[in-house]
């Protein structure tokens, strides 16, 4: 806040912590302390304040110690982090390598697990300077050092001067094949850290990010600070990717192409949800795939495309990039009145609706999409109980015959598909189905189907048919059927109309019609 001084001056009134900072820093601070030195010992002072206020109140140390722990000045004798002077790497620097290790039981820098210290030597061949590190109080030494425990690359010969430290949090030889497992256990440095690595409060996302080499790893600097997830979860995102972690999976990172898809859907809130898996080839073809709770993420020539939930359970059954559809071009989208969604592929499609995905290939795709899809079809979405010939739709069939696919509505579709579709007895239709006045007609090999309006679909064969229609079938007076053709008791070939019946005389081959009666309903004619 400013206050105002009787000169009418104005000055900024240093808060309580501020003022607690200042004179911390000062009483820690020896006489004749440069103004650059107070400032760094300042914040020091500042970070453990917000970091471990109460460990640094309690515990008779230093502030350097709360935050680099004990050893932390060039007479300890200690190699310095490699992140201290590797600008923020935890990695062996260029001209040195991973010589050895050893473990740290139960440390509070890896949420009481082991910690591991690994050796950064000088590469034979290479210079290196014994100096003390410069880092803010993590002041140890570099290339000072002559020491290996040797489980690291055993191909190097000798023993060269330590360069620097790097920290981990999970095995060495998981880390680096080239380290052996023979433990070397050593719990004199279980305080050491620096400013550059996570504290005792560090998450399970700071701990894999360290151990994926904080900013020299793929990754990069973090671009956001951690967020809270669903389901008590959370992600971060970095400049080149993200680490997410849910309980009790742990952590995934994401890199490249699928990083950047899975942040523009949402991260972990969108349709796809956490990752399972990190990134795997696709086996069997190009590119990578990562699945998800709810998807997977394809990438194939640095094109990354999502494929959701149910679209993504029976691209699977399909046999996924190398099965039948081929790679994902584009993510899963809404599509028609927003009911469904549509995942297009190489050679093909799968929209889905409700609990059904439905699998569309070739002509009965390209006939499907030319008649408007879900939209303006008049077929609505696909069921996703259909064979390779007939698939069903809300309001229709498609049959696929030879190269053509055709299209069956209402009564008529569920007739078809009562019958067994293209595999029951009338096989597929002769061509779409048309319509005759208020009638809807569709010829097959063995019969006719006629559905009227608000009527059921009945199937007329020969001899009626042919009488029916020279009758002027649902144009004429006899109307649209109302029963299917059958045979009497006498043997007569009949059916009936809304305007009456025919039979036919097998014997002639003779038809006639018959008024209706006005006692007695079309369906009684018809039982």
Known sequence: MTVTAPDGTTRRRRSPSERAVDGLARRMAPRGLSRRSFLV????VGSVLTVSPLRWALRPTSAYASICGEGASCGSGWTAFCCTINRGANTCPPGSYAAGWWKIDRSPFCRDAPRYIVDCNRTPGHTCRC???SGTCDERRVCCNNFRYGQCNTDVPGITEVVCRVVLCTTPWRWDPSCGTSVRTDNRTVTHNAPCLPGTDATAIDLRYQDLGLVGSELGAPSAPESVGPRGGAWRRFEAGVITWLEPAGTH???GEVARRFTALDGPSGALGYPTTEHRDVAGGVGEIVRF?????????????????????????????????????????????GRGSVSRFDDGAIYTFGSSAQELAGVPLWRYEQLGGPRDSGLGYPLGDGSAADVPFERGVLVAVGTQARVLRGAIARRFLDQGGSEGPWGPPL?????????????????????GAGLPARALADPVLSHYLEAGGPAGLLGAPTSDSFHTRTGQHRASFEGGAIEVDPATGQGRLLEPRSTRSADQVDR
């Open 431 to 451: 061509g779409d189905q048309d319509e005759v006045g208020d009638t809807q007609r569709a010829e097959f090999g063995p019969v006719a189907l006629f559905a």
């Open 253 to 255: 990172v994401l890199t």
């Open 131 to 133: 100096h003390c590190a």
């Open 41 to 44: 010992r300042a914040a020091i």
């Open 293 to 337: 709770e709810r998807g997977v993420i394809i990438v194939r020539d640095e094109v990354a495309a999502a494929v959701f939930a149910r679209a993504a359970a029976l691209y699977d059954e399909l046999g996924g990039p190398t099965g039948s559809l081929g790679y994902p071009t584009e993510d899963t989208r809404p599509v028609g009145d």
